[in-house]
């Protein structure tokens, strides 16, 4: 009697995209969680490591099973040489197994989108609170009129300390765990964030340095 059970290949199909969708809902749900709590450490490293892990390996299935896919073609006429038989063609790709397939790449994309959508979400909410501290925290008006100073500062704007610290302060703890070549890209991008708010603050308040 015929076996019942599905081919290798359909079990392997269905454990690989049921293993990248797992892994794609978790860091998703993760990543979110962590930003919204303002957990950067945890945030970075779900996004910059473990995000960016699955993304290369699904990537990599899918550029796999896309050479699979493909049929065989014999060389040898092109290249003079006598055929060579290559034994039994391969089992054709069932419906099912080519709807798996594109599950996969479906994934992979959704991946990929993400991966850029929530560095987008970091630089605005990085962007959001630095505007916040700067618009409970940083003196207006007199405060800078070096004329009414005694003397001139010589250590940095209690305020400035505390918004450096508050935002850049837990970046740069959690991009220490990061591979070396993750670092520079997420400290560029929050501080980029940071100045910008600190620039919008001091335009619309329209603070004068003088």
Do not use: N
Request: proline content about 9%; hydrophobic content about 40%.
């Amino acid at each position: 009697a015929p076996s019942s059970q599905p081919c290798p290949r359909l079990q392997v199909l269905s454990r690989c995209v049921a293993t990248a969708q797992a892994g794609c809902g978790w860091l998703m749900g993760r990543a979110c969680r962590y930003l919204a709590a303002w957990a950067l450490p945890q945030f970075l490293i779900v996004t910059q490591g473990d995000l960016q892990l699955l993304k290369t390996e699904t990537d990599r299935l899918v550029l796999l099973l896309s050479e699979t896919c493909l049929e065989p073609k014999d060389t040898s006429d092109c290249l003079g040489l006598p055929h060579i038989p290559q034994g039994p063609p391969p089992t054709p790709w069932s419906p099912q197994e080519l709807q798996l397939c594109q599950q996969l790449r479906s994934v992979a994309s959704s991946i990929q989108h993400f991966s850029g959508d929530v560095l987008r979400m970091f630089s605005s909410d990085c962007k959001r609170m630095s505007a916040e501290i700067f618009d409970q925290t940083m003196p207006l008006g007199k405060h800078w009129r070096v004329g009414l100073r005694p003397d001139m500062p010589s250590s940095p704007s209690a305020y400035a300390a505390a918004a450096a610290q508050a935002v850049l302060g837990q970046v740069l703890q959690g991009a220490q765990l990061l591979p070396r070549d993750a670092q520079a890209p997420t400290l560029a991008r929050v501080t980029t964030a940071f100045l910008e708010a600190w620039m919008d603050h001091i335009l619309a308040q329209r603070i004068k340095f003088r």
